[in-house]
């Protein structure tokens, strides 16, 4: 789906990255809202989960015919190739962007529960706030980033992540830290689909080993990352594992001016 955005974006000849990962955060919310609504009815998880499998059935049929075809020969490329040049910075910084995510998910909850700012059962109310702050980023970020460029977008985009977690983890009060989730949700939710931009836009490798490549090392991130996350914290503490995550994305805005171009 990104190679095909990839393409979709080119054909446009503006920024469109963004609005599809906005799509795609919008729609795991609907998809949750309506299990929630079929299960509360007193459906059961099975049938519930049938019916929104044929959902998914109907509407991709219903797209198929207005797909680009592969006209850029991607079927005739290997699944996954290993990165090189540009391609291997931006897969790293993807892995990076997408560990964060995942510490948010995992993590971000029972970090407010260990700091006694909130009880369990309120505990994914910092989630919350970050995956409606991502979504209204990029609901914005497509027009951001045609005004602003994809280098401002990923330097300061990086810059509002680290200064975030840094206000989620010395807060004090539980306003200063939902500010947080706040603002590494705003932060980071333009960062990816700019990685994604940059990758169909490189000259190192083919644009569809590139971005397959950067799926690929941002999953990588999503799954280990969480799980590295907490053998630091048993080792240290969940919020000095915390503090060693903002360390790691520092490389994001630090490295953005070797991904991006000066202006565009």
Known sequence: MNIHAVEVEKGAGKPLMSGFHALFSIGGFVGALLMTGLLSLGLGPLPATLFGAVLIVVAMLHASSRLLRG?????????????????????????????????????????????????????????????????????????????????????????????????????????????????????????????????????????????????????????VGPATIGFIAQLLDLRMAFWLLVLLFCLVPLLAGRVTPTRG
């Open 71 to 223: 006209r850029h020969g991607y079927a005739d490329e290997p699944l996954f190739a290993m990165p090189r040049g540009i391609v291997l910075i931006l897969a790293g910084l993807a892995m990076i962007g997408f560990l964060a995510e995942g510490a948010v998910l995992d993590w971000g909850g029972l970090l407010l529960v260990n700091t006694d700012l909130l009880q369990p059962a309120q505990s994914g109310l910092g989630y919350v706030v970050f995956s409606i702050a991502m979504t209204a980023g990029r609901l914005v970020g497509d027009r951001a980033t045609a005004r602003l460029g994809d280098r401002v977008m990923v330097r300061w985009g990086g810059l509002i992540v680290v200064v975030g977690f840094a206000v989620l983890l010395i807060a004090p009060v539980v306003p200063v830290a939902l500010l947080g989730f706040l603002l590494v949700g705003l932060g980071a939710a333009n960062i990816v689909p700019v990685f994604f931009r940059r990758a169909g836009a490189q000259a190192a490798m083919p644009a569809g080993l590139a971005i397959s490549a950067i799926t690929t090392a941002g999953y990588a991130g999503v799954l």
